[in-house]
């Protein structure tokens, strides 16, 4: 397991380009027949993936854990961007297809992923945060997220948020978890941007061509910087910075939170204005 270590604002200030990258970018994600894992020191969380091309791969705990498996203090949320596969958690099975997501309790012991065959093997992007606290292991399917429609075709934003894991539907400890979906011809979200103090975010980007590419905002609202980021790659937005970002195309993203609330709206508001 890597551990990242991310810059505080007043070293941000400062960072080259190439520095702020390898504080707060996360490029190394889905590799065939591997598990990855990046810890970041912000909120203790552990972003990763799973890509079980041509064996089952089984999610062990790491040295920097100290712990005998990985959720023995930890819940874990996971969204499949690839093919249909199966997730294994304790002996339940759980079918996972395109854009399904499932929850995974503090104290889950045995946790395997596997594909169901085919070119197309299943792509699982992993989030997970300290837990304090047990709920109960949950699948959610795309078709069973709570849909959110927002922005529009004259703002070349419109697009549509899935709630995966949030207080009114699949309850975890901390964890907050969805993903957006652009529209054909939108390239902005979250614009204008906000923070939340209260809250750490990591944005993970998919299904971008590969020449596609999104320019993600971040840093203070007064000393904006950006991340061109990639398909599958992900950036580590810490409370005291903005995250936006638009496309040379469309594209998705998973949007993950943990920290101190889990209020979706709890967010602090900026307008255009008072960016530089």
């Not at 920097?64 to 499949?80: K, M, S, V, Y």
């Not at 934003?157 to 899935?162: G, H, L, V």
């Not at 699949?170 to 907050?176: A, H, P």
Request: with cysteine; charged share 20%; net charge negative.
């Amino acid at each position: 397991m890597k551990v990242q270590y991310t810059a505080d604002p007043i070293r941000f200030a400062r960072m080259t380009t190439e520095e702020v990258r390898e504080s707060f970018l996360v490029d190394a994600l889905f590799a065939e027949d591997r598990i990855t894992m990046v810890y970041s020191d912000v909120d203790r969380a552990i972003v990763g993936s799973a890509v079980p091309a041509k064996k089952t791969l089984s999610l062990e705990s790491a040295p920097e854990l100290r712990a005998d498996t990985f959720c023995e203090r930890r819940e874990l949320g996971i969204l499949n961007i690839g093919g249909a596969g199966t997730v294994t958690v304790d002996g339940t099975e759980y079918p996972m297809g395109g854009r399904d997501g499932l929850y995974v309790g503090r104290g889950s012991k045995t946790i395997t992923f596997a594909s169901d065959g085919g070119q197309k093997p299943a792509r699982y992007y992993l989030l997970s945060y300290p837990a304090h606290t047990t709920y109960p292991t949950a699948h959610i399917k795309q078709t069973e997220a709570e849909p959110v429609e927002l922005g529009s075709v004259e703002g070349a934003n419109k697009r549509t948020i899935y709630k995966l894991i949030h207080a009114d539907g699949v309850r975890s400890c901390q964890l907050v978890m969805g993903f957006t979906v652009l529209e054909p011809g939108s390239v902005w979200n979250t614009m204008p941007p906000h923070t939340h103090e209260r809250r750490m975010e990591i944005y993970f980007y998919f299904d971008l061509p590969e020449d596609g590419r999104v320019f993600h905002f971040m840093g203070p609202p007064e000393a904006t910087r950006h991340i061109v980021v990639a398909d599958g790659q992900a950036v580590i937005s810490p409370s005291w910075s903005i995250h936006s970002g638009v496309g040379t195309g469309a594209y998705t993203f998973c949007w993950g939170m943990g920290g101190e609330n889990q209020a979706f709206d709890d967010m602090d508001h900026l307008t255009i204005d008072q960016l530089k």
